[in-house]
């Protein structure tokens, strides 16, 4: 996540999940993880165990909840206010770590003069181009200093390294020069970063957090009481997230709120300390550090941009930080560069740099869905993922595999994405016939887990090996099978063309050794090109320090370099923890970076490198040694000392001072203030959901103007929201989720008897409250809708789910679990088919969990009558608002800012011109 | 057989020889009660995996008889999970037996309205001739600005999260090489 | 020996030499996460039937309660009561900023939601082994008690016996689709419940379910030390202030001689769906045994008629 990549350096979890247990305050929010991590959950059972406070703050009372020693409800898309109110908190009473906040933070960098907080232009930070609808950053830099990349250079072909370039889970990015940015050690100059941050933060006092979560005063000031007396030298708090808080449109923002929480209190890089983000699938985080991601290349090096990067030179310079581990950056790419095309890469040709295909800003999945619906995508493979049920608005999904050339499904079993040609709700509604779809459909049956051999990176980063077990039967095959095979018939066709475009694919190295009667790939040899060599001598790599720019090593993946040092599979490593000499268990497959378990761990120490605490140490100098050492690899050069001062050219990871714990970061200190990187602004403020029934308290600008919207797709219209008239056709605010007993999208659960039995149908969960008002039985069905579609559900009231008193009313949340589809054992409505697809800016990363909908008592109509009813009430909204447009409201219950930043706002607060609402279809 | 065998085969002789008068106990052990083995014990070999289901990681061992998985249960060894597992994990084996298990290539024909038969060999044909001629129909030397570009845009690839790295490796070197841009997976979901 | 094994489970002794320790589970309800890992360890294990796909209502539990194909079964009890009464106070009266609708409609927001995983009870006395006619209802030499599939014949004597309800007739699924003919056969008529893995003791290893417990809320070992445990945790559990905490079954004075499978509970067993007070269904039939024994005695000799009442074939 660019969250944690831009605040620490790197986009995975700070910490492990087996650190949890050391944890004396474990605030879990944005993730139920007794329901989908329970394995995991161990450890936080643990620390609650041995008295750590656990506090789960989720619109649900959940299975988590019910374990929590408190749980605090709040509105699904506040987590922002809540968060803010906790920086607030911290920072209003002095509460926070100051040697940490000092030494290891940018709290006293001093910024840009002309940058402006939201708090100065009504919610929107300066830069904001109004035309583009995207900002322009120069002004968010640090004093003095040019931005990476900046603005004159983008018109010569660079870009800057916002969001895309940097990468999903991307770094933080360099700073132009590696001199000491100018800073203010007592933290008063009012720029300095800290003070910057204490006037964004003032209006998230207690009073607004519960006005705006809709939980109560006393709730949010105990959890920041706690939080607090849970921190410092001598305790520590984590904080778990998942999905929750990625799944909005200032998804990324949030995280980044709980970033500089516990920046400020000194719980990064510590044991019991740190950010755990939990991913929901077994190589989550494996596949964005190898991704199959758009817009990097393995180890989070950027793709090319057709803006961008003339030549290798200048994508390397546009790349490489001047200073910390980035510095290395044309190492990385040329080495990569050699692992895809051997010999037929070389520097006389730019390593084929120049051959290399091109981006966009956006080719992300929710895009290529825009491009399937316009018949710009004739060819689609699908290899274990379900976007007919598993993607926001599922009906824009099928309608676009529908309009494909050619599409191929790769799975275990036949999931909606392969048979959407005659059984989605859409041939049930007439609004496809089989007989009219094109498409040409390969549904080819895939092997499982044990039917192969294989790393999974799993959601600490560590990457683990499974030895296969047995073969896979008859057609089934892994994937590894498939697109090595796949490759070798394409290179085999096109061996004879002289085309200029087959020039790559011809010089591809796609020789890989092969076993079993299948033919099966080796994936040893796989993970042995990840690791890297030297290609002369075919030594293993031990890490990326060894990674050389002229060519002369291969590595497919830099920050996976020294998985197989010494000829040895790291990752199939399996010593038993109780042979193992603490809880940090190294010997038990291999971690990146370098085997490290808790990244930044030289904060475990204090500036001079001796322990916080006797009870918090972890990582120390050993001066009699020189060296660092510890119950972990270091995640710092072993030999360089705390007193240690870059001389002033110093370059890369010698630009990093001894006192510095972030190596990745340009000028080693974890950013509180994110001057480059992100798309939508240095810090994180409170926006509403694209779709809410609410305004924002804060600003006039309602949502984050930044959010990326499909304004022009007809498939993807979006509910009137806040004071909109016709905003009451979907009153209620819905949250979608996960269940125990299944796994996302269900393909891998709802075909297995045991599991199907556990949970076996659709259902929605409503307040007791809201089934009494609307006519709801328990038991009995409830039809959900949006402007997208309709659903149906069996309903179940429980006090579980909260409503929020908000604006003087109370507003009522309904709970959707996600699980369920057309086929399977056991079958249902999607909840996905609801949601919207306005994402993210940073991560394209859609809101399905906090939307806004209506419910009904009694089964959704059947047949071509289900689109019919979802257009009348799309209709009935639109009147509404029409009218409302032609004769404005009498209501004066809105009481916002009528203050317009360079006169760019219209008078009408309910229509926000740079969201140009469209009419719903 | 001899008598005195058959008398102690009867239950009642063996209820009170045994000391269990009332036939609650060892008396009435049946034979398979008496060489009951658990299975794992009689499985040929032991592999070590990781499930197959979330990021927690936890450690699998997959026990084999005669070339099938008789039993997936939780690995003791592992640091993270201790052996333990969830009702998904706990389920691996019958999720690699389900009984809506795919095993054989199927087809769709352009406005089929049925899956046909294919061989797996012709699907892998099919598929390269498809992306070939895609490729080559729709391939873009520079965008609309007249920037470099080296790529379609007419195919996509999605999956990812789900699979080894070493399968993502080879996805996104090959799409690479082919100038396939549009490659995503659930991690941005 | 100690106090808590004075009273002994019927047919434990007859082992001698091949007794071993006493085995049991202690299902510690104030960790269970509900996440059913023990329902599915087990029916692996086992090579259980599904037991259908009926969506109930009851909260998150929708296989309802133990049978012949649901050995480990977990309840769902949603209740508007703090977990612990020390931790959570009703808010001020008129604190506007909390929400209007608390779940207790009281002006209290408290709520819990409590799980447990409940299993046969493997009682020290136990009635389903008393009136077992064919001996395939066995007290194993763990001091668990199991139905031997090769000798049940489907009476069902047993399963009215049960205090619990534990024992059942397998029968089909009550789906609407037809089961997948891979698990295990349909309908079969023998009575099946929880063998407490007895195959996997056999060879060491620990039941399935316990194994499988995330959070160990499924604890397996000696039964002693399952008791001695137990008192700590609820003397922890009181001292917290925890509403409810309790032992179910622990005592080896209660009427069933004490589980071999106990539990502790945060509310009254009735609450989970639990007997709160259950009582061997056969308590009298000692007595009745002695008496036809010393009219057996008088025939000795008789082996046919030894065998009339002896015999449970």
Redesign the interface.
């Known amino acids: 996540m660019p969250s944690l990549g831009t605040s620490f350096g790197r986009g995975g979890a700070t910490t492990f999940q087996q650190d949890l247990q050391n944890a004396d305050c474990i605030v879990i929010m944005g993730s139920n993880m007794?329901?989908n991590h329970?394995?995991g959950?161990?450890w936080v059972?643990e620390a609650r165990?041995r008295g750590a406070q656990v506090i789960h703050v989720d619109p649900r009372?959940t299975?988590?909840?019910?374990?929590a020693?408190?749980?605090v409800?709040l509105r699904a898309g506040s987590d922002i206010a809540f968060l803010g109110g906790i920086a607030n908190y911290i920072l209003q009473n002095d509460l926070y770590f100051r040697e940490y906040v000092e030494h290891y933070t940018n709290a006293p960098v001093i910024i840009n003069d002309e940058f402006a907080d939201t708090e100065d232009l009504d919610g929107l930070f300066s830069g904001w181009d109004p035309e583009e609808g995207e900002y322009s950053v120069e002004s968010w830099m640090y004093d003095g200093m040019e931005i990476h990349g900046s603005a004159g250079q983008r018109e010569q072909g660079f870009k800057p390294t916002k969001g895309e370039a940097s990468g999903h889970g991307g770094h933080g990015g360099g700073l132009l020069h590696g001199e000491p940015p100018a800073e203010d050690r007592a933290m008063q100059h009012p720029r300095c970063v800290l003070q910057l941050l204490k006037r964004h933060y003032a209006r998230y006092t207690p009073?607004f957090v519960?006005?705006t979560c809709?939980?109560?005063?006393?709730d949010f000031v105990q959890v920041c009481e706690t939080l607090v007396a849970n921190s410092g030298r001598d305790r520590t708090s984590a904080f778990v997230y998942a999905v929750g808080w990625t799944q909005h449109t200032v998804g990324v923002q949030t995280i980044r709120s709980a970033a500089i929480i516990q920046q400020l209190l000194g719980n990064i890089g510590r044991p019991g300390g740190g950010i755990m983000a939990l991913r929901g699938h077994a190589s989550i985080q494996g596949s964005t550090d190898i991704p199959t991601l758009y817009n990097i290349l393995p180890g989070y090096l950027p793709m090319p941009h057709t803006e961008s990067y003339g030549d290798l030179d200048r994508y390397i310079e546009a790349n490489t930080s001047p200073t910390g581990w980035w510095g290395h950056f044309r190492a990385y790419f040329v080495s990569l560069m050699k692992a895809y095309f051997g010999e037929n890469a070389n520097a006389d040709n730019d390593f084929l740099f120049k051959s290399l295909p091109r981006i966009d800003d956006d080719n992300s999945a929710y895009w290529t869905v825009e491009q399937m619906l316009q018949g710009k995508v004739k060819g689609y493979i699908i290899a274990g993922e379900n976007p007919a049920v598993g993607h926001a608005n599922g009906k824009a999904h099928r309608l676009g595999l529908s309009r494909l050339e050619w599409l191929v499904v790769r799975d275990v079993v036949e999931i909606e994405s392969a048979s959407f040609w005659y059984d989605s709700p859409e041939v049930e509604s007439g609004e496809l016939e089989p007989e009219a779809i094109p498409t040409e459909i390969f549904f080819l049956p895939a092997a499982t887990h044990t039917e192969k051999d294989g790393s999974f990176t799993n959601t600490q980063r560590l990457l683990q090996w499974h030895w296969q077990a047995v073969e896979p039967k008859e057609d089934c095959r892994s994937e590894l099978w498939f697109y090595f095979h796949l490759g070798r018939l394409i290179k085999q066709k096109l061996a004879d063309s002289e085309d200029e475009r087959d020039k790559l694919i011809k010089a591809l190295r796609w020789e890989y050794p092969t076993h079993s009667g299948i033919q099966e790939p080796d994936a040893e040899a796989v993970l042995q090109e990840i690791s890297g060599q030297e290609i002369e001598s075919g030594k293993f790599l031990s890490g990326y320090p060894e990674l050389k720019d002229d060519g002369s090593t291969l590595c497919g993946c830099w920050i996976y370099s020294g998985c197989f040092k010494e000829g040895i599979n790291q990752t199939a490593r399996k010593k038993p923890h109780w042979e193992q000499d603490t809880y940090v268990a190294d010997e038990w497959a291999w971690a990146w970076p370098d085997n490290r378990h808790l990244l930044y761990n030289r904060a475990s120490a204090d500036p001079d490198g001796k322990p916080w605490s006797e009870r918090k140490r972890y990582v120390w100098w050993d001066a009699g040694e020189g060296k660092w050492t510890g119950l972990d690899s270091p995640d710092f050069e072993e030999d360089k000392p705390p007193s240690y001062v870059p001389p002033k050219d110093a370059k890369a990871e010698d630009a990093i001072a001894g006192d510095h714990p972030f190596v990745m970061q340009a000028d080693g200190r974890s950013w509180l203030y994110v001057p480059q990187g992100l798309e939508d602004g240095p810090l994180p403020t409170h926006y509403e959901p694209h779709e809410s029934p609410f305004g924002n308290r804060l600003y006039s600008q309602r949502a984050n103007p930044r959010r990326q919207q499909n304004k022009d797709l007809a498939e993807d219209p979006y509910n009137p929201v806040a004071d909109e008239p016709g905003a009451d056709v979907y009153p209620y605010v819905v949250t979608t989720y996960r269940?125990?007993?299944h796994h996302t999208a269900g393909g891998m659960t709802r075909s297995v008897?045991?599991?199907?039995?556990?949970?076996?149908?659709m259902?929605c969960e409503v307040?007791?409250?809201l089934a009494r008002d609307v006519g709801l039985e328990?038991?009995g069905w409830a039809t959900i809708y949006t402007s997208r579609s309709a659903i149906e559900a069996?309903v179940?009231v429980?006090?579980?789910m909260?409503?929020?008193?908000m604006d003087g009313r109370?507003v009522h949340q309904i709970g959707l679990p996600y699980h369920w589809g057309k086929r399977g054992?056991?079958t249902g409505d999607s909840a996905n088919d609801l949601a919207h697809m306005a994402l993210d800016p940073n991560v394209h990363i859609q809101e399905t969990k906090a939307f806004t909908c209506g419910i009904r008592p009694g089964r959704r109509p059947r047949g071509a009558d289900l689109p019919r009813f979802v257009a009348e009430l799309r209709e009935q909204a639109r009147s509404r608002l029409e009218a409302s447009v032609a004769e404005p409201p009498m209501s004066g219950r809105t009481s916002r800012t009528p203050s317009a930043p360079g006169g760019r706002r219209e008078e009408d607060p309910h229509v926000e011109p740079e969201e140009a609402r469209k009419p719903a279809q | 057989m001899s008598l005195s065998k058959l008398l102690e085969s009867?239950?009642?002789v063996r209820?009170l020889r045994?000391?269990?008068?009332?036939?609650?106990?060892?008396?009435?052990?049946?034979?398979?009660?008496r060489t009951?083995?658990?299975?794992?014990?009689e499985a040929e070999h032991v592999v070590q995996s990781v499930c197959p289901f979330c990021a927690v990681g936890c450690g699998q061992l997959v026990y084999v008889s005669d070339g099938a998985i008789t039993?997936?249960?939780?690995d003791p060894a592992s640091p993270i999970s201790r052996?333990?597992?969830?009702?998904k994990?706990?389920?691996s084996?019958?999720y690699a037996?389900s009984?809506l298990r795919e095993y054989k290539v199927k087809y769709r024909r352009p406005y089929g309205t049925s899956w046909e038969e294919l061989s797996l060999g012709d699907a892998m044909e099919m598929i390269a001739d498809r992306i070939i001629r895609t490729r080559a129909d729709s391939w873009e030397w520079k965008t609309e600005d007249g920037n470099p570009a080296n790529r379609t845009m007419a195919i996509g690839n999605l999956g990812g999260a789900t699979l080894d790295n070493e399968e993502n490796y080879l996805i996104k070197k090959l799409m690479t090489a082919l100038g396939v841009v549009q490659v995503e997976n659930q991690a941005r979901i | 020996m100690s106090v808590v094994e004075t009273k002994r489970p019927?047919?434990?002794?007859?082992?001698?030499d091949?007794q071993k320790e006493r085995v049991g589970f202690f299902t510690d309800t104030s960790?269970c996460?509900?996440?059913?890992?023990c329902?599915?360890?087990c029916?692996?294990?086992n090579l259980i039937p599904?037991?259908?796909?009926?969506?109930t209502?009851e909260?998150?539990d929708?296989?309802s309660q133990l049978g012949a194909n649901t050995w480990r079964h977990v309840a769902f009890v949603?209740q508007?009561k703090p977990?612990?009464a020390l931790?959570?106070a009703p808010?001020?009266p008129g604190?506007?900023?909390?929400?209007?609708?608390a779940?207790g409609g009281d002006g209290s927001?408290a709520?819990?939601?409590?799980?447990e995983s409940d299993v046969c009870k493997h009682c020290t006395h136990a009635a389903c082994?008393?009136v077992c006619p064919t001996?395939?209802l066995?007290?194993?030499?763990f001091g668990t008690v199991?139905v031997?599939?090769?000798?049940c014949n489907g009476c069902g004597y047993c399963v009215p016996a049960c205090p619990f309800g534990v024992l059942d007739k397998r029968h089909l699924p009550a789906?609407t689709?037809p089961?997948?003919?891979?698990?295990g056969r349909k309908e079969d008529g023998r009575v099946w419940k929880c063998t407490l893995?007895?195959?996997?003791l056999?060879?060491g290893?620990e039941p399935?379910c316990a194994?499988?417990?995330?959070?160990?809320s499924i604890q397996f070992g000696p039964l002693e030390e399952l008791r001695e445990r137990a008192d700590a945790r609820l003397a922890k559990l009181s001292a917290e202030g925890w509403n409810g905490a309790q032992l179910y079954g622990r005592d080896p004075e209660d009427g069933v001689g004490g589980f071999g499978a106990f539990f502790l509970l945060l509310d009254d067993p009735e609450v989970y769906g639990l007997p709160p007070d259950p009582v061997v269904t056969t308590r009298d039939l000692p007595e009745m045994?002695s008496n036809m024994?010393a009219a057996a005695g008088a025939m000795l000799a008789g082996?046919a008629a030894?065998?009339l009442f002896?015999?449970?074939?």
């Not at chain 2, 052996?83 to 009702?87: A, N």
């Not at chain 3, 604190?95 to 609708?101: E, G, I, L, Y």
């Not at chain 3, 194994?211 to 160990?216: D, F, G, I, N, Q």
């Open positions: 007794a329901e329970p394995v959950f161990q059972m165990e009372f299975r988590t909840s019910a374990m020693t408190k749980h409800p009073e519960a006005e809709g939980c109560s005063v006393e269940l125990t007993e008897p045991y599991l199907a039995e556990l949970q076996p149908q259902f307040h007791p409250d328990h038991g069996r179940m429980t006090d579980r909260r409503p929020v008193r109370e054992l056991i | 009867w239950p009642a209820q045994e000391g269990d008068p009332l036939g609650l106990g060892r008396a009435v052990q049946s034979p398979r009660s009951l083995v658990p299975r794992i014990d039993h997936i249960e939780g052996g333990r597992l969830c009702p994990g706990q389920a084996k019958s037996d009984p | 019927d047919g434990w002794e007859s082992y001698g091949a960790v996460i509900g996440c059913k890992a329902e599915v360890a029916k692996e294990w599904e037991d259908g796909r009926v969506w209502g909260s998150y929708h296989t949603e508007r977990l612990q931790l959570e808010p001020a604190d506007r900023t909390a929400p209007s609708a779940p927001t709520l819990r939601w409590l799980m082994l008393d001996g395939s066995f007290r194993t030499e199991v031997q599939q090769d000798i789906t689709d089961p997948p003919a891979i698990l893995c007895y195959d996997r056999k060879g290893h399935a194994k499988a417990c995330p959070t160990k045994w024994l082996v030894l065998t002896g015999s449970r074939r």
